[in-house]
């Protein structure tokens, strides 16, 4: 039977010879910079049911019978990411670009990779830093100062009874009217498109890769938990980077990603990677 050192050691090897890599990343890869998971035990789903919160007509019916939980619905999702710092995973996952040819394909939304440096990255959920139209029309890149102007201005509404109008108000520049029509934050709910072009460059990514880490995710929200089966059936090796779910196959690698990847990559390429 395979120890965690050999498992360690096949991956390493798989990484030195890969071609093409693609990582896949969820939630998990930014729980260590402080932005919780959604289905694990402390997870934002325990207390915010996605059957209202990560659809729009439950989002609707929220805001018009009980904006206080609005407010505190996206004070929840908005403040760890308005906050939030590339950790030791993303900043891996950056440094492997530089030995190997590598997309990452995420469903965060957090912006993260970008921030680490990694330079072709799919959000195939999209994104809290951009602003779009209704209908998906880029307005604007926010930064994490102006998002964290937001989470401010939420606070504030939370101080008294938070009123809609309050909270719409507390929303600007994220989300409502501007010269450009109604806006929103360019993020994928329940039942929605995911986002393009982003999700068709994820699946060419997926297609000509012969390496995949699967990092921190339950791999539950399809279509995008689609993609390790899609690489798997074209060829691809994964090598799966969790502590708790041993993903779709492949090599699994237990532990939390901003230990793990560090590691990893420095058995791959040596020292000089960091
Ligand atoms: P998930 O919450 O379903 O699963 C999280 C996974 O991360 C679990 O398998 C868990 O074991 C693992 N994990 C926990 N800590 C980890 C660590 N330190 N290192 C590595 N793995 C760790 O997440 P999901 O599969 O991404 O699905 C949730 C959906 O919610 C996604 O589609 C995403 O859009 C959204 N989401 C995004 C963020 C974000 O942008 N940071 C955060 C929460 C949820």
């Given at each position: 039977?395979?120890?965690?050192?050999?498992?360690?050691?096949?991956?390493?090897?798989?990484?030195?010879?890969?071609?093409?890599?693609?990582?896949?990343?969820?939630?998990?890869?930014?729980?260590?910079?402080?932005?919780?998971?959604?289905?694990d035990?402390?997870?934002?789903?325990?207390?915010?049911?996605?059957e209202?919160?990560?659809?729009?007509d439950?989002?609707?019916?929220?805001?018009?019978?009980?904006?206080?939980?609005?407010a505190?619905?996206?004070?929840?999702?908005?403040?760890?990411?308005?906050?939030?710092e590339?950790?030791a995973?993303?900043r891996?996952?950056?440094?492997?670009?530089?030995?190997?040819?590598?997309?990452?394909?995420?469903q965060?939304v957090?912006?993260?990779h970008?921030?680490?440096?990694?330079?072709?990255?799919?959000?195939?959920?999209?994104?809290?830093?951009e602003?779009?139209?209704?209908?998906?029309?880029?307005?604007?890149?926010?930064?994490?100062?102006?998002?964290?102007?937001?989470?401010?201005?939420?606070?504030?509404?939370?101080?008294?009874?938070?009123?809609?109008?309050?909270?719409?108000?507390?929303?600007?520049?994220?989300?409502?009217?501007?010269?450009?029509?109604?806006?929103?934050?360019?993020?994928?709910?329940?039942?929605?498109?995911?986002?393009?072009?982003?999700?068709?460059?994820?699946?060419?990514?997926?297609?000509?890769?012969?390496?995949?880490?699967?990092?921190?995710t339950?791999?539950?929200?399809?279509?995008a938990?689609?993609?390790?089966?899609?690489?798997?059936?074209?060829?691809?090796?994964?090598?799966?980077?969790?502590?708790?779910?041993?993903?779709?196959?492949?090599?699994?690698?237990?532990?939390?990603?901003?230990?793990?990847?560090?590691?990893?990559?420095?058995?791959?390429?040596?020292?000089?990677?960091?």
């Amino acid at each position: 039977m395979a120890t965690p050192a050999d498992d360690l050691a096949t991956a390493a090897g798989m990484l030195q010879k890969a071609r093409r890599l693609v990582a896949f990343t969820g939630a998990g890869v930014s729980a260590e910079s402080g932005i919780p998971t959604f289905r694990d035990g402390t997870g934002l789903w325990e207390t915010f049911p996605p059957e209202t919160f990560a659809q729009w007509d439950g989002l609707v019916h929220t805001a018009l019978a009980h904006p206080a939980q609005l407010a505190d619905f996206l004070l929840a999702v908005l403040e760890p990411i308005a906050v939030a710092e590339p950790n030791a995973a993303h900043r891996a996952l950056a440094a492997l670009e530089r030995s190997v040819p590598t997309a990452v394909v995420t469903q965060n939304v957090d912006g993260l990779h970008q921030a680490a440096g990694s330079t072709e990255v799919r959000e195939v959920h999209g994104s809290f830093l951009e602003v779009v139209t209704l209908k998906g029309r880029l307005v604007c890149r926010l930064d994490r100062a102006e998002l964290r102007m937001v989470v401010d201005r939420l606070r504030r509404v939370r101080v008294g009874p938070a009123k809609l109008p309050r909270i719409l108000l507390a929303l600007r520049g994220l989300a409502g009217p501007t010269l450009h029509g109604l806006t929103r934050p360019n993020v994928v709910l329940f039942g929605e498109q995911l986002a393009e072009p982003d999700w068709a460059l994820a699946q060419e990514d997926v297609l000509g890769c012969d390496v995949m880490l699967v990092v921190g995710t339950s791999a539950e929200v399809w279509p995008a938990a689609e993609l390790p089966h899609l690489a798997r059936r074209n060829g691809a090796r994964l090598i799966v980077v969790d502590p708790g779910h041993p993903g779709p196959g492949g090599i699994w690698i237990r532990g939390p990603a901003g230990q793990v990847l560090p590691e990893l990559l420095r058995r791959a390429f040596g020292e000089a990677m960091f």
